[in-house]
C-alpha cells in the first residue's frame, strides 16, 4: 500500500473513526487527533505490512493513541482505568450506532457555537477527511489560518462543553440548517470559486456532494437534505461545458448542452422528487430552477416564466438580495430588460449587496440589451474590479471591451 491508498482509506473512513472515537472518550479534540497519529503510523507501516482491514487498523490504533493519551492526563486515571478495561477490538465500535455517531459529528463540526469558517473548516478535515493543506488549497488560503480555524473550533468545541450526541428533536431541524449550509458553502466555492485563478474547484464541489449523499443516507426522511444533493447534482452537471480547454469560462448561453453530464442529471431529478414529497424549501426550490435548465435544449427554449414563478416562491421562503438580483436576471429573459433593469435599481439604492460584483455585473448585462452602452461599460468595468476571481475578471473586461 502506498501514500494515495492511505488518503483513500482514510477519506472514506474517516468521519466513522473520529465520530466512534468520540463517543468512546467523550472528547471530540482527542478524537480527532487520535485518529490523525493513526493515519500518520499507517504512512509508514502500511508499505511495509498492508493489514487485512485497513479501516479496522486505523480504528484499534487511533483507539490505542487515544487510551495512551488519556493516560497521560493524570487527573484522568479513573477514567484511563475504565476505557483501559474495556477489551480492544479490531473492528468498527458498535456498528448499529455508526450512523448516529457519523450524523452526531456533523452537528458538532457544524455547530452554532463556531464561526462559519471554523464550521466549514472543521467539517472538511473531521468529516470529509482532507488535510488541512487540502482544505488551504481548496480555499485559497494560508495553511496555518486553516490549521489555526481548526484548533480555535476544538478549543471552543470543548469550552463551551458540547456533547457528543443528536440534538433533541426539537432543535435538530434548526440546527440541521447550520449543516446544510456549510455544505452548501463548501459546493458553491467549488461551482464558482470566489478567488484565484479558476472558475470552478471541482474536487471542493464533489466533497460538497459526498457529504450532501452522506446526509441522505443518514437522514433520509428530511426532504431539504434531498434537496441540497438535487441542487449539487443538477448544477455540476454543467461543469463539462462550463469551461474551456485552457479554463476560460463559458457563458451557459453559449455552452454544449450535449457536454452536459446526463448521469448528473437523472440523479438529481430523482433527488428532486424525493424533495418534492412534503413541498420544496429553499435548497429544493433552488434544485427546481436548475432541473427547468437542465430540461431546456437552449437559452431561448427555457421556460423562464416558470424561472421567475421559482424565484419568487423562493423569494417567500427564504428572502436575500441574491435571490432578487436572480430573480431579475430571469425577468429579463421572460420579459424584458426595462423591468428587471428597475428590480436591480432599487437593490442598488437599498445597497443590499455592497462591494459585490454581482450586481453591477448584471446591471451592465441589462443596459447593454437597452442599447446604452456607455453606461454598461462602466458597470462592467466596475464589476471586473470588483471581481476577486480571474477568470470571471476576464470575461467582464472582455464584454466591457467589445462594446467600444
Known sequence: MNT?????????????????????????????????????????????????SPAGWLMATARRRAIDAIRRRTALKDRYALLAADPVVDEDIDPDRIDDDVLALMFISCHPVLSPEARVALTLRVVAGLSSEQIARAFLVPVPTVQARITRAKKTIAAAGVPFELPPADERRERLGGVLSVVYVIFTEGSTATSGDLLVRRDVAYEAIRLARTLTALLPDEPEVHGL????????????????????PILLEDQ??????????????????????????????????????ASAPSVEATDWDRIVVLYEALGRVAPSPV?????????????????????????VASDRLPGSHLVPTVRGELLTRLGRLSEARAELELAARLCTNERERSVLLNKAAALD
Open 323 to 347: 435571490v432578487e438580483l436572480n430573480r431579475a436576471v430571469a425577468v429579463a429573459l421572460a420579459s424584458g430588460p426595462a423591468e428587471a433593469l428597475a428590480m436591480v435599481d432599487e437593490l
Open 256 to 293: 454544449d448542452r450535449q457536454r452536459w453530464d446526463l448521469s448528473a442529471i437523472h440523479r438529481g431529478l430523482a433527488s428532486l422528487a424525493k424533495a418534492s414529497v412534503r413541498g420544496l424549501g429553499p435548497y429544493g426550490l433552488q434544485a427546481a430552477i436548475a432541473a427547468v435548465h
Open 229 to 248: 444533493l438535487a441542487l449539487c447534482e443538477l448544477t455540476a452537471a454543467r461543469f463539462p461545458a462550463r469551461t474551456s480547454p485552457d479554463g476560460s
Open 4 to 52: 494515495a491508498d492511505v488518503e483513500a482509506v482514510w477519506r472514506i473512513e474517516s468521519a466513522r473513526i473520529v465520530a466512534a472515537l468520540t463517543r468512546f472518550t467523550g472528547d471530540f479534540a482527542l478524537a480527532e487527533d487520535a485518529a490523525q497519529e493513526a493515519v500518520a503510523e499507517a504512512l509508514v507501516s502500511w508499505p511495509r505490512n498492508p493489514p487485512a
